[in-house]
RNA sequence: GUCUCAGUAGCUCAGCAGGAUAGAGCAACAGCCUUCUAAGCUGUGGGUCGGGGGUUCGAAUCCCUCCUGGGACGCCA
């Protein structure tokens, strides 16, 4: 539609004119398309103002029913009627399909999420890599690419050497079955309190990751233990969240993996020895990759060298994916940089989705000082929230458990999503509760609301437009830009813009209901009801692509 | 100290491929349930866009600089 406009301007224009410089005014009342002429003023040496006139005294065009000339501006009114008509029609027929593109051309996208540590509970902080990241998979399918989601399980590495020894010194086995991750947390923490007072212990802890590394069988076997103990709680959230994985690939999945990588780095003489550790030097400015500890044991950085080679020989992807905070971005310039440093072309294609923390206080939390919020927690208490507002306002719902869970996790996921990924983000459980406003919540509802018209009007199979009013408009303008939403959500790998995007359909749309009576006005119900059905399609599908649930009634 | 991200209404944030009077939500206040679910709608008040320079016809948006805060900077992940 945009093209069209732009082509019936170029054709009165005596300046060649691009896309970009067609935009939308701030106002509805300054009209639906803009071009300002301030540019053009210096190459023709006119006024702006003489430019917008003449050009509003030639443009013609059928999409164009008005122009006007203000203060150097080219106002473009369009023509409702025959857009809207045009737009419902390709919405209905393409149905959720609509604004999907095949950009990525079945190219595989790996996508590291989620990746929680074990015998760690499920932080606030593990929820923005997890529905972030499923989010970010489900556009790039929507634009024709192949994602596969690696849950990259934080499973190996000193912390559980540090965990061993704690267990040895303080556990045992009853109270970890009884209550798994509350008791190796509590270890955990004390294992960092105990370490402040007597340093020795942190030796023992590396100690114990090296007999780890080198095979212990003992010690393969606790690990073993309170790795599926983690994973059973780990699978209740995600089931909740309705987010699934491709690969479980963690750490430790690397362990025989890393080898290899460290002998080639040596055959290119790439290694050096740094105070007793091996290093790789990088480039000025950045400090060296560690790549092994001066016992000989691995570190995070090896075991993600690792894990990326592998991941390209396995899923061969056109770009991969780490949605992972942003503390750690050094980290991930500098795989790249060794990668690059191997002679491997696709270091370019590895992608760091960073996130802003979840701060407590202003201050960035800490497992270590058991500084931590439950994700189960707060979703258990969005849910209750939720049933508690439905015994109040719609008593006579059915299914309530379920549209409680879809709105509670909507709520939590919603919260989440709808802020800019690299914000910090102040733990707040109130304003994550919220149900009014720009919520999740809010979308859901005004989806719903749309659904309980058009269950009350029934089918219709052709409607005619007299006119289309201000809120009609309003609402169908958004629904045009669903496309390009979704299009720049995928290339920015920011789903924050398709939660933006939902709350302005849902706010045009409610106030469309709120202001105009469809059921009463026969003339105008099939039109109504076709852009109701229009709405909630293009509604639905935002909420999937955010990985939220859309119930029809609420 | 170096690198990096941020600073917009009382609070939480959007806008930042430069454009017309800087927008939402929450909170506050005032209306709207005998009409499609009030998780809603309609209105009111509220701003030196951190400070200062610069580029431009035009800057919240681009550049420089300073201030404030978060985070990262070798044997955690």
Known sequence: ???????????????????????????????????????????????????????????????IKRAEAVNGYVNLFLNREVIAHTL????????????????????VVSIDLSSPNIAKPFSMGHLRSTVIGNSIALLLDKNGYTPVKINYIGDWGTQFGKLLTAYRKWGNEEDVRQAPIETLLRLYIRFHEEAEKDSSLNDEGRAAFKALEDGDTDALALWDWFKTESLKEFQRIYDLLGVTFDSYNGEAYYNNKM????????????????????????????????????????????????????????????????????????????????????????????????????????????????????????????????????KEKNPTLAHQSEVAEAVGVGAVLFSDLKQHRKHDIEFNLETMLQVEGETG?????????????????????????????????????????FPQAVKRAADDLDPSIIAKYAIDLAQAFNSFYGNVQVLTDHG????RAALIETVTIVLTESMRLLGMQSPKEM
Not at 450 to 469: C, M, Q, Y
Request: aromatic residues 6%; hydrophobic residues 40%; negative net charge.
């Open 88 to 107: 419902i029609q390709t919405i209905l027929q393409q149905s959720a399909s609509f604004g999907s593109t095949n950009e990525g051309d079945g190219g």
């Open 441 to 481: 919540p809010y979308v859901q509802y005004a989806n719903a609301r749309a659904h309980s018209i058009l269950r009350r009007v029934g089918e219709i199979d052709s409607f005619t437009i007299n006119e289309v009013n201000d809120h009609e408009w309003e609402t169908i303008k958004l629904l045009e830009q």
């Open 1 to 63: 539609m945009k093209k069209e406009i732009l082509q019936a301007l170029q054709s009165v224009s005596q300046i060649p004119l691009e896309e970009y410089m067609l935009e939308r005014p701030a106002h509805a009342q300054l009209g639906d398309f803009a071009l300002p002429c301030f540019p053009f003023a210096r190459v023709l040496r006119k006024s702006p103002v003489a430019i917008a006139e003449e050009i509003v005294a030639s443009v013609k065009h059928p999409l």
């Open 259 to 390: 080898e290899p990588v460290v002998q080639e780095l040596e055959d290119k003489g790439l290694l050096v020895e740094s105070d007793g550790a091996m290093v790789v030097e990088l480039e000025e400015g950045m400090p060296p990759c560690l790549i092994k500890k001066s016992d000989g044991a691995t570190l995070y950085a090896t075991r993600d060298l690792a894990a990326a080679i592998d991941r390209k020989n396995k899923y061969d992807f056109v770009k991969s994916v780490y949605v992972v905070g942003n503390e750690q971005s050094l980290h991930f310039t500098q795989v790249k940089e060794v990668l690059g440093k191997l002679g491997h072309e696709w270091a370019k294609t590895i992608v760091h989705v960073p996130f802003g923390l979840i701060l407590q206080g202003g201050k960035k939390m800490s497992t270590r000082k058991g500084k931590i919020v439950l994700l189960e927690k707060v979703l258990k208490e969005a849910i209750e929230l939720a049933k508690k507002n439905i």
């Open 524 to 527: 105008n119900l099939p039109y």
